[in-house]
């Protein structure tokens, strides 16, 4: 058995074949029906010219048959027109009367038994088909035959049959592949909640699992399918929570003991010892807090209703981090637009991104260099510093959790750039990290511009 992969080319294929037997079927049985019709209508009316014959055959007072046809009658069985014929014959099989110039019976008598016989025989070439009826007059007991010469025959009917393939078959064939294509038609309607399910089936991955597949339109054959599988994505949903939470109730619950240390280095008598661990739990400190930042952006789902000024976000984080960088000898500068950039998102979770971009910024140089912040009209927020650089072969390795460059530093974690770039995909935004022709790293976020508070489109 051939395998189709598609629905649409089974049907196409299986119709192909139904098409073509049901056309062959369908025109036979017509032009059958239609040549049972004719036959018919040639019996009754030879019937009713044997019953019209016997109408003029009368007794004669010596016991005879007479037979008397009028005018129109004896033309009808004129042999010159040769169409008709009639006979009359007796139940001895001897021929009383017959339009035949040779005398003869039509057909053999010994085929008659019935009251209405119809009966076909050939005459030389010709062909004989018509009826012959029992009739009693006086005592006697004739059967009257009368036929025609189907050479002969009515030219119209033997022309309607003969032709049928030609005049009306073929018909069928067209109205059967009109079904085809409304069946075709059919099938992809039925189908196109289905492809719209896959579409939705498509964006469903691990930061988004809340989707599930409309079950509404879904023929009723399929539903079974979509529902289990919608059964199956609640429960990863379920184990993928149970994981956040884990890592959000762990980083949580790591922050009380935490502050506890903190408060005891703060009795500390060693102010030196105490100001070396105390840098310590500030660098675990910043772990829990990305910790929690992931647990929390891995449920997190943007508004897409959502807006915020770039430009006032920018600032805020610049202004946040100025005392930061000026105790470590660098200077902030804020550049670029000055009216409100309008973006799509989430405005904390935007300032969480340029947060974590401005403490690289910061954290990475040497001291007395200077971290910018420009924001552009198109909706593009960039962090120019003046450190090391990125180099090209570590601009991917960068973005993954955990990774740092140097290991040993302290406070690194590795995972403010993840933290990034995940508000960056929550946001549909794009990040680009290049190095300054000068010197130093250039990371680049552009958000997707969003109508202002007049309506009006910012940006492009
Ligand atoms: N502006 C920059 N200039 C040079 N190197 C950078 C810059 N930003 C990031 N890096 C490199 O990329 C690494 C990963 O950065 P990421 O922000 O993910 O982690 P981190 O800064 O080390 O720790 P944290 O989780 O506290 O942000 C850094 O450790 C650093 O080596
Ligand atoms: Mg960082």
Known sequence: MLRFKSIISRIVILHVVAVVITSIFMSLALSWLLSYATDNIHNKAMQEQAVAVAEHLTARPDGNLELNLPLDLLGLYSQPYGRYSYAVIDDRGRVLFSSLTDHVALFPSDAETGDVEFLQNRRGDATVSGASIRKTVGD?????????????????????????????????????????????????????????????????????????????????????????????????????RIQRDF??????????????????????????????????????????????????????????????????????????????????????????????????????????????????????????????????????????????GVAEDERKLIFQRFWRRDRNKAGSTGLGLSIVQRIVELHSATITVENRLTRGAQFSIRFLAAGDATGKASGE
């Open 140 to 240: 006697k007991t004739v059967w009257i035959q009368a036929g025609e010469d189907l050479a002969n025959r009515d030219v119209l009917i033997d022309d309607i049959v003969a032709d049928f393939y030609r005049n009306v078959g073929w018909i069928t064939l067209p109205i059967l592949l009109v079904l085809l294509a409304a069946d075709i038609a059919i099938f992809r309607r039925a189908l196109r909640p289905l492809r719209q399910a896959s579409e939705i089936a498509s964006q469903i991955g691990p930061t988004r699992t809340g989707l599930r597949l409309p079950t509404e339109e879904i023929p009723r054959e399929v539903r079974p399918l979509v529902s289990a599988v919608n059964h199956a994505l609640d429960r990863l949903e379920e184990g993928f």
């Open 247 to 388: 890592t959000a109730d762990a980083a949580h619950e790591l922050r009380t003991p935490l502050s506890i240390l903190r408060t005891r280095l703060d009795i500390l008598e060693d102010e030196q010892v105490g100001r070396a661990l105390r840098q310590d739990v500030e660098g675990m400190a910043n772990i829990i807090s990305q910790l929690l930042d992931i647990a929390e952006l891995d449920a997190f789902v943007v508004d897409p209703a959502e807006k915020a000024d770039l430009r006032a976000v920018t600032a805020e984080i610049a202004e946040f981090v100025a005392p930061l960088a000026l105790a470590q000898g660098k200077d902030i500068a804020l550049l670029g637009e000055v009216d409100p950039v309008w973006v799509k998102g989430n405005p904390e979770m935007l300032g969480r991104a340029i947060r974590n971009l401005a403490d690289n910024a910061i954290n990475h140089t040497a001291p007395g260099t200077t971290v910018e912040f420009v924001v552009e009209e198109n909706g593009t927020v960039s962090i120019f510093d003046q450190g090391p």
